[in-house]
């Protein structure tokens, strides 16, 4: 089964190899919630700007890990996807992003 995810994930969660999951827009997994991922889980992440419901370009797609919250996950597949959502090569989104001690998504500057 195919599922989207268009919000937030703010309760803990489970992602189940038996499906695949899309990330469409700026997911964000909350502080203290834990996302579990099945071994060889597929989940796309939505290629392109992302135009909410209400016409506001998002941005890039994304799934972004909270300061707090925690990942429990080994074999993980990650992949873009266009907008029919057909797994591409080339990934035009803004992909993983892990908060340090920053609360806004953007990329730590590596000294």
């Given amino acids: 089964m195919l599922i989207k995810i268009y919000e937030n994930i703010d309760k803990d969660t489970v992602l189940t190899c038996d499906n695949t999951y899309v990330i469409i827009g700026k997911i964000r997994v909350m502080s203290n919630i834990m996302l579990s991922i099945e071994d060889n889980t597929n989940i796309m992440i939505m290629n392109g700007d992302y135009i909410n419901k209400e016409g506001i370009n998002i ?16 074999r993980v597949y990650f992949q873009a996807c266009n907008n029919f959502l057909v797994p591409v090569w080339k990934a035009d989104n803004a992909g993983l992003v892990f908060l340090g001690s920053s609360s806004i998504a953007e990329k730590d500057s590596i000294p």
């Avoid at 799934?63 to 707090?68: C, P, R, S």
């Fill in 59 to 74: 941005g890039k797609s994304c799934l972004i890990f909270e300061t707090g919250s925690t990942l429990y996950a080994e």
